[in-house]
Nanobody
Framework: VQLQASGGGLVQPGGSLRLSCAAS????????LGWFRQAPGKEREFVGS????????FYADSVKGRVTLSKDHARDTIFLQMNNLQPEDTAVYYCAVRKNYPRDYFSWGQGTLVTVSS
């Protein structure tokens, strides 16, 4: 499976963005898709995940209440809707998938840059 992340950009504090992660190739056996982010000089951080069937979204405490995961099954695309963005949300956002076992994420997309600044 190949993943293509898109939708990043420059947004003012308090603004919104919707990131997309489109999957192509074989999605057989996929269990979940996760979003991660990495800010300059920091380690990669988990943002949220959703089961491949579009159920059971799970969010990191740092974004809970401000982000929503959803899936377009027809296009095998998962969206990360982010609201009330703050400067600390500035990072490169990556998506990746995993199987039920092993639980390691793989097929990391190339990332999409989100910059929150006035």
């Amino acid at each position: 499976v190949q993943l293509q992340a898109s939708g990043g950009g420059l947004v003012q504090p308090g603004g919104s963005l919707r990131l997309s992660c489109a999957a192509s190739g074989s999605t057989l056996g996929l269990y979940a898709l996760g979003w991660f982010r990495q800010a300059p000089g920091k380690e990669r951080e988990f943002v949220g995940s959703i089961a491949w069937n579009g159920r059971n979204p799970f969010y990191a405490d740092s974004v809970k209440g401000r982000v929503t995961l959803s899936k377009d099954h027809a296009r095998d695309t998962i969206f990360l809707q982010m609201n009330n963005l703050q400067p600390e949300d500035t990072a490169v956002y990556y998506c990746a998938v995993r199987k039920n076992y092993p639980r390691d994420y793989f097929s990391w997309g190339q990332g999409t840059l989100v910059t929150v600044s006035s």
